[in-house]
Each structure stands twice: as C-alpha cells, then as structure tokens.
C-alpha cells in the first residue's frame, strides 16, 4: 500500500494526464485485503489521487479508501495523515458525509489531547481549517468534534503556539518585613531545569512565528470567518501585528484583499477591537502606494484590494491610493481580462468613484475621473476579446 501511494503521488506531481496508470493503481487498491493498509497508506493513496489532473475522480475508490479509514482506530492515525486525508477530500469537493465527520473527530481528539500542539505546521493546519470551513456535513452535535469545533481548537492551537503561556510555576510563602505572610512565584534558577525548558518553549514559539506568511494567514483568518467561529481577539491583534511587520508584494495583492475583508468582517463580529483595524488597512494602503511595483497586480489583486479599500472610511477617501488601482488596472495586458474579471474589475472601480468622489478636490477628482476611464478602457477590450474567443 505505501508503494500504491509513493507511485501515485509521485505520478501526481509531474501533472501528466496517464489515465491507464491511474486506473491501474486504483485496481490494485480495490483488490487489497483491508488489513494491508495502515491510516499512513489511507491518507497518501487518497493524497495522490486526488491531487492528480484526471477528473471526474474514481467515487468508487474514494469510497473504498473512506470505508477503511472509518475502521481504523484512532491510536492508528498522526497529525500528518489526518491533514493529508483532509485536504484529500477538499481537492475533490467531497465536503460532506461521515469520513468528514470522522476527520474532525480526529483532529479535535489530537488538539485537546496533546494540549494544543499536536499539529506544528502553520500551513497544513491553516489549509485543515479552510477545508473544514467549507465542510457540508451534518456531524451530531455530541460526536466530540464538528468541522466547527475543529476550526476553534485550531484557532486556540495558534494563540497557544504563538505566544504560549509562561512556564506554571509553584508559588511558596514567603514572610515580608512587617511579618506578614504572602506567596511568591520565585525565578527560574539560572541554568535548571525551569529556564532550559522555558527557552525551548519561546524558542518554538519564535520558529512558528517565523513560519507565518501573508497566504497562511489568508487562509486562517478566511476559515475562521467562513466557519463563523472567530477564536480570541489576542489572536486577530497577533496576526494584525505580524501583517504590520510584513512588506506588500504585488503578486500577493489578492491574499491581502481577502485579509483585509476578512479583519473587516472580525471587527464587526466584535471579534477583533476596532483600534487594532485601523493600523493594518494604515499599513498595508501605505506600503501598496510606496511600492514602485504596484502596477505588477494581477486582475483578482486589482478587485480585492479595491473591494477592500473602497468598504473602509479612512482608505475609502484617499486619492492616492485610488489613483494607484486605476494605473495597475490599466497596466495589466487586455488578455489577462475574462468576461467575468472584466465586469468585476469595472462594477468595484466604479462604485468606489461614485461613492467617494464627492470627498475629493474638483481637480484631484477629475484627475482620477481620467484613470478611472483608462482602467475601464482596458478591462472592457479585455472583456470583448474574451467574449469573442
């Protein structure tokens, strides 16, 4: 079975369209006894095929696949398989029914077991939680562990590792001057035990941190708006402090759209403090306009920042940054365009001129009423030549 899910996988990642092999591989698969198959073998058969360009995707063994999963015990499965089966079934939309459910269970069984540490990689536990937020199961409400209740131990999982609590230590009595009795959590003792394990538990802290990029934390804030379960508001202010520490790149112009909206929607679910908001949409409309790059954006960059921008006050009624959406949106090849895009593109440029022009200076505004045109210009040859292709 590991040799099915190494050949496959491997197949996989050169994106080769060899049906016959896969159809060779599943066989195989549908032919072995049960117990050949370990949740490792489950997870990375699962992996390869779903991660291969062939669809429709073979149901048959899916089910197959999903049926000895459900016989395995729990003790069977890592942190590492369940992460690889989950994002298995998010690559072929199969979101719902009971292997979902058991996924969950799972995961929820690991993060409460192992004090939230049971998984360490920001990525895979980010791509878990937007698979689980997208997730159409109905679990029972006392299974011990609903795609919901997944996506808030995830959350919690993140504050932990994050910025983890100080070492617990047991406080002794102590006698001040006057007599009288208090107790006191003494220091740890230079170079025991408590300050060694102290470090390696700020110094993982340090290293997670370190591993957490702006399409990680697309994904994280996403799911957690998405599943509706927003986690602590230490967490948001941690992120919004990391994104403050984090240079604009052009190509990532999408991940920050859907970032910013996604703080947007925490704030107004009072998830995150409305003072904390204001210095991230600060930061990221500064460096966006500081960026001699800017007019690299592609077309979903162009739409998610300005649906972004146009939706808060304080960058609503800049000029500057508008100005600069219109020349990335002119800057961007007509092919580039799609009917759809298109329309996106023109409908949130637009609404955002209509709604703030009015704040501007008559000169500034005309000024950016002549980008406006251009960008629209752009967008529609764009869209005509989609149309007609």
Not at 130 to 138: P, Q, R, V, W, Y
Not at 223 to 247: D, V
Request: overall charge negative.
């Amino acid at each position: 079975t590991q040799a099915v899910a190494v050949i496959v996988n491997s197949y996989a990642k050169t994106k080769r369209r060899d049906e016959m092999l896969l159809r060779s591989m599943s066989k195989i698969v549908m032919a072995l006894p049960t117990s050949n198959f370990d949740a490792q073998a489950v997870a990375g058969i699962a992996n390869g095929f779903a991660s291969s360009d062939v669809r429709p995707y073979d149901q048959e063994l899916f089910k197959r696949i999903s049926t000895i999963a459900r016989q395995l015990s729990p003790a069977a499965w890592t942190p590492y398989a369940v992460g690889l089966a989950v994002n298995a079934y998010d690559k072929i939309g199969a979101l719902k029914g009971d292997m979902l459910c058991r996924l969950s269970q799972l995961t929820v069984a690991m993060l409460k077991g192992q004090r939230t540490t049971a998984f360490t990689d920001p990525n895979l536990m980010a791509d878990m939680m937007l698979a689980f937020s997208k997730a159409t199961c109905d679990c029972p409400e006392d299974s011990g562990g609903t795609p919901r209740e997944a996506i808030s131990a995830f959350s919690d999982s993140f504050m932990a590792q994050i910025s983890p609590p100080p070492t617990i230590k047991k406080a002794v009595r102590v006698q001040d001057d006057d007599g009288s009795e208090f107790l006191r959590t003494p220091p740890p003792r230079k170079g025991g035990k408590e300050e060694q394990k102290e470090k390696a538990v700020f110094a993982a802290a340090q290293r997670f941190r370190n591993k957490l990029d702006v399409v990680i934390i697309r994904k994280l804030t996403a799911a957690m708006c998405m599943g509706e379960e927003y986690g602590s508001s230490k967490l948001w202010t941690s992120l919004s402090k990391t994104l403050q520490t984090t240079k604009f790149q052009p190509w990532q112009g999408a991940d920050w759209g859907d970032i910013l909206v996604s703080f947007d929607q925490a704030c107004a679910a009072k998830a995150l403090p409305p003072n904390n908001l204001e210095p991230l949409f600060s930061h990221v409309s500064r460096e966006f306009t500081e960026t001699d790059g800017n007019t690299l954006l592609a077309v979903d960059g162009v739409y998610k920042l300005s649906c972004a921008f146009s939706s808060h006050d304080s960058t609503r009624s800049d000029g500057a940054l508008f100005g600069s959406l219109c020349r990335a949106a002119a800057e961007i090849p007509t092919f580039r365009y799609t009917s759809e895009s298109g329309d996106r593109v023109i409908g949130a440029l637009e609404s955002w001129y209509a709604e703030a022009h009015g704040e501007w200076e008559e000169e500034e505004a005309a000024e950016l009423k002549q980008l406006l045109d251009d960008a629209v210009c752009v967008a529609r040859e764009g869209h005509e030549i989609d149309a007609m292709l």
